[in-house]
């Protein structure tokens, strides 16, 4: 099936809607809002993401409910350590995404545009949640404020409504529009990629991480949990400058109760292609987990270190007591609040116990 074929099969089909955010801008051409791209498209052609389509002046996403990839995943792999750290969020992603890294560890879904439709509408999505047990959703893998963004926000009230929590594994890299929708349709958690610093990592994602840090703080500010995770590659962005410079961006501007996640690299996609080496090593992340301990972060985390790693484990910030132990992505929460039960110290963490319970740090 030819290009045009396959364009008029999609906005035949249940995964062609028409966009949120955008505006016409005169001779057919539109103005996508979505993200901080703000892509100008001309009638019959997508934007950067691959799935925004210009059909005769009115922009259409090609990408609702259209599910590359489904897992119900622990919220341990996501990562979200200190946000329901023990239970399942129902994760989906679709096709495309706006930048541009050459490292891309899920570059079979993100680099490639939606040709056909693999429908999931939202109330199947609520059915198989229940069926298989999941107590979230999650809107991951490839980037989803611009594949997923109306899909989203269709999913996340049925799930409010049963109680379940909403999460975005994200680039950040949404308009503060997209983000007000996100806040007012449910999304309650979001660990947020801060891939490098400014100067330098735009040459490698093809944007302004200014912005993602500014979606960020207004994200926290409006209620929604953060978690940062920083996926520390060789000659990009593991000089201890820079580093540090996450650390303190991150204290400062976000609260010293911000988790941040520091995770090893492995060559995927075009890496190779662009000079980067093989992998990260371990003990490169263990100087990340230092740098950002020695920085005021009460929780940092090392991330793709096998078997295991103490460092993955959440420790009371006052005393070092155990708090939630990781095995690979097995957890243990040993603490039926959010206490420490050797001094009492406050945890930062939103968890679940036993009893079915909901405790909050920030309700305390």
Known sequence: MNGDKQIEALLRSPCARMAVLWEPVGDGYVKCNVCERHCVIPPGRRGMCGARYNRDGELFVL??????????????????????????????????CNFVCPWCQNFEISKVW???????????????????????????????????????LDVMPLARKRGWFNTYVTNGYMTRESVELLVKHGLDAANIDIKGCPGTIERWTGADVNIVWRNAKLLKQMGVHIEITTLVIPTVNDDEECLRSIA???????????????????????????????ETPT????????????????????????????????YCPNCGELIIERTGLRTRVLVEEPFCPKCGELIHIVMRNRRGEIHDWRKI
């Open 114 to 152: 939606a040709r056909s439709c693999q429908y999931v509408s939202p109330q199947r999505f609520i059915d198989i949640m229940r069926r298989i047990g999941s107590t979230g959703t999650s809107f991951s893998f490839n980037e989803p404020s611009v594949t997923l963004l109306e899909y989203s």
């Open 63 to 96: 990408t609702y409910g259209n599910i590359s990839s489904m897992s119900n995943n622990p919220m341990s792999k996501k990562p979200f350590f200190n946000f329901f750290p023990d239970e399942y969020a129902l994760t989906v992603g679709s096709w495309g």
């Open 248 to 278: 303190r961006r991150i204290r400062k501007e976000l609260g010293s109760e911000t988790p941040w996640h520091v995770t090893r690299y492995f060559a995927m996609y075009k890496a190779y292609e662009r000079g980067l080496p093989p």
């Open 283 to 314: 003990k490169t992340v263990e100087r990340a987990y230092q740098i950002g301990k020695d920085e005021g972060l009460l929780y940092v985390y090392v991330g793709n270190v096998w078997p295991a790693h103490p460092y993955e484990n959440t």
